[in-house]
């Protein structure tokens, strides 16, 4: 089959599933392009640009469900936003930048899957200073590794007991949409470095996060939405280790 047809197919449905989870879906973005051998500069302003309209489109979805809180919100984007910017001018060869963002996931992925299945119903008040030396790490993560930096903040959220999966998804997609935004900014990304084949993708992509926003956020139970996170981390992560 054309990688024309299957690309879009499957940035569709990474955006489904990242979207019903708060998340832009960076990191499964460029699983995705990777696996087909797209160039780095070709999908580097495609995947910061979806990541920022699928998160965005995530958080209008759980704010209307009554999910987002902004006291949970504003310690991590204060230092974050800024730190994005730096980490985004730090440059590396494609190999070691994958490897290390596919290392990265797994953290997320097994202190997930260690938690258990079920989900805590009480949670703690936010504590400031945490939050925001967390807010400024997790920024300069997501500049350098040109995401948005939700699937380490929806983890932290959750294992310190400052929201459950819902609450993390909506403060997670607000988080990325200013992370990747910053990071554009910084990486100094013009319209010109888009081709046709990208605006194809993004409408793909904006269709599977319209669908999976809605679904994440309105029908899908809290197990489920942390389920679907832990797989599509750890599908992200063994591509990127072994691209």
């Given amino acids: 089959m054309s990688t024309d047809i299957v690309i879009p197919v499957l940035l569709l449905v990474v955006a489904f599933l990242y979207a019903s989870v708060g998340h832009g879906g960076a990191s499964g973005y460029i699983a995705v392009l ?3 051998s797209i160039p780095l500069q070709i999908y580097k302003p495609v995947v910061l640009v979806l990541n920022s309209i699928i998160a965005g489109i995530a958080f209008i979805q759980f704010y209307r469900a009554g999910y987002f809180k902004w006291k949970l ?5 204060l230092t974050s936003v800024p730190c994005a910017f ?21 953290f997320p992925i097994v202190r997930l899957l260690m938690n258990g299945p079920k989900e805590k119903t009480d949670t703690k008040q936010l ?4 939050a925001l030396i967390w807010g400024a790490a997790i920024g300069l993560a997501s500049g350098f590794l040109n995401i948005g930096g939700g699937i380490f903040l929806s983890p932290v959220i959750i294992l310190m007991g400052w929201g459950n999966t819902k609450d993390a998804a909506a403060v997670s997609s607000l988080f990325i949409v200013f992370n990747s935004l910053s990071g554009l900014a910084g990486a100094g990304i013009q319209t010109s470095s888009f081709t046709t084949n990208s605006f194809i993708w993004i409408g793909a992509a904006v269709i599977g996060g319209l669908s999976g926003a809605y679904l994440g956020s309105h029908k899908f139970r809290l197990a489920t939405v942390r389920y679907i996170l832990s797989t599509v981390l750890c599908i992200a992560a063994v591509k990127l280790i072994f691209s």
């Fill in 127 to 130: 504590t400031i200073l945490p």
């Fill in 34 to 36: 990777t696996l087909f």
């Fill in 86 to 106: 730096i980490g985004s001018q730090v440059k590396t060869s494609e190999h070691i930048y994958n490897l290390i963002l596919g290392i990265a996931l797994l």
């Fill in 73 to 77: 919100a504003w310690p991590f984007l």
